[in-house]
């Protein structure tokens, strides 16, 4: 008895039904003989499956003379040649993940899902983003025809809460620093909440005094044709610069450390003082908390820390308390100028940020 039976419908298309579940399913094709084609090839890979599975690999293969050699490792490099700078680095580190050892050698067209699942199931939240990565980037390039893992059949990703660092754990960090370099390195990340590498590699040249700005170009955004903010700075930042070079890199060797040194040494600063739950990123979480408890607008916040920031979008969404001021009140602090309005051009638009 064959599994599969043929049968026309209504509309003319054929159909197959399965003979065991009574499933049935069109063929997508109102010519017999192809119907009939593809009824032979149903019942032939039911029969045979494994015989099937070759003849199929022929074909491919025929289609495309890669096809059945290519494997894990190489989808890994192909990916990590089109990154550059600090992302590529990170790429290389995270295909060095011993949970990627399941499927490094394993060539693509005999992967299995299970064999995806064992990888996430040995790895952490990383694997998981960089598995996804990995698969999604071989079926865009057409080197695998189907997902190995259906879209909505990945764990969902689940990271770490990140939290603030408060202005009590930041003065205390800082009055026990005893490295110049590194205390102003802390204090310049309260006030200006960049990331830390583009706070290590800023120059005494962004610095622009008669307009009282800073302008750099977040390192993430070099490729992308996009217009570093210029964003204003005041007493207690300057009093910061004061103490920095005024010519050439603002922090000579901080800049030359890795990103990871930078995050240990500041990891264990915060440890020798008992402080939990925060990394150098707080730094930015803490900046966007307070720009939206003071009621800074937040496309200036955006432009500050760019415009993808989760920073921005977790303290704009939930995280910080705002009680919002009576306009009048709000009127006379600005006639008297205690909130002190940006500065125009001519044409009224603000400078503060560009």
Not at 120 to 143: E, I, K, P, Q
Not at 158 to 163: E, I, L, V, Y
Not at 221 to 248: H, M, T, Y
Request: a positive charge; proline letters at 5%; charged letters at 30%.
């Amino acid at each position: 008895m064959t599994q599969f039976r043929l049968f026309k419908g209504k509309s003319g298309c054929f159909f197959v039904e399965d003979t065991t579940t009574k499933k049935q399913s069109s063929l997508r094709t109102r010519d017999e003989e192809e119907a009939k084609r593809l009824l032979s090839a149903k019942n032939e890979a039911h029969r045979e499956p494994m015989v099937c599975l070759q003849m199929a690999r022929a074909y491919l293969t025929a289609a495309d003379p890669m096809m059945g050699q290519r494997d894990w490792t190489m989808v890994m490099e192909q990916v990590g040649r089109s990154k550059k700078g600090s992302t590529q680095k990170r790429w290389v580190t995270a295909c060095k993940d011993r949970a990627f050892d399941v499927i490094r050698h394993l060539k693509l067209t005999e992967t299995r899902a299970d064999q995806f699942w064992k990888v996430l199931n040995t790895g952490t939240v990383s694997t998981n983003t960089f598995l996804r990565r990995l698969h999604n980037f071989a079926v865009d390039m057409n080197w695998i025809l189907a997902p190995i893992i259906p879209r909505r059949q990945w764990p969902k990703i689940h990271f770490k809460d990140k939290r603030a660092i408060t202005l009590e754990e930041h003065l205390r960090i800082v009055e026990r620093e005893r490295n110049p370099e590194r205390k102003t390195y802390y204090e310049l990340a309260w006030h200006m909440g960049a990331s830390q590498s583009d706070l290590a590699n800023l120059h005494a040249e962004d610095i622009d005094w008669p307009s009282m700005t800073i302008t750099f170009e977040r390192m993430k955004l070099k490729d992308r044709a996009v217009a570093p903010p210029q964003i204003r700075f005041g007493k207690e930042v300057i009093a910061i610069f004061a103490q920095l070079p005024r010519s050439g890199p603002l922090f000579p060797y901080l800049r030359t450390v890795r990103e990871a040194d930078r995050a240990t040494e500041f990891k264990q600063r915060c440890q020798g003082l008992g402080i939990e739950g925060v990394t150098l990123h707080s730094y930015r979480y803490a900046w966007a908390e307070r720009a939206k408890t003071c009621g800074y607008p937040e496309r200036f916040a955006q432009m500050a820390l760019g415009h993808n920031s989760k920073a921005v979008h977790r303290a704009y969404a939930r995280k910080a308390q705002v009680t919002v001021p009576a306009l009048e009140d709000y009127e006379k602090e600005f006639a008297a100028n205690k909130v002190l309005p940006f500065p125009q051009n001519e044409h009224g638009v603000a400078l503060a940020v560009q």
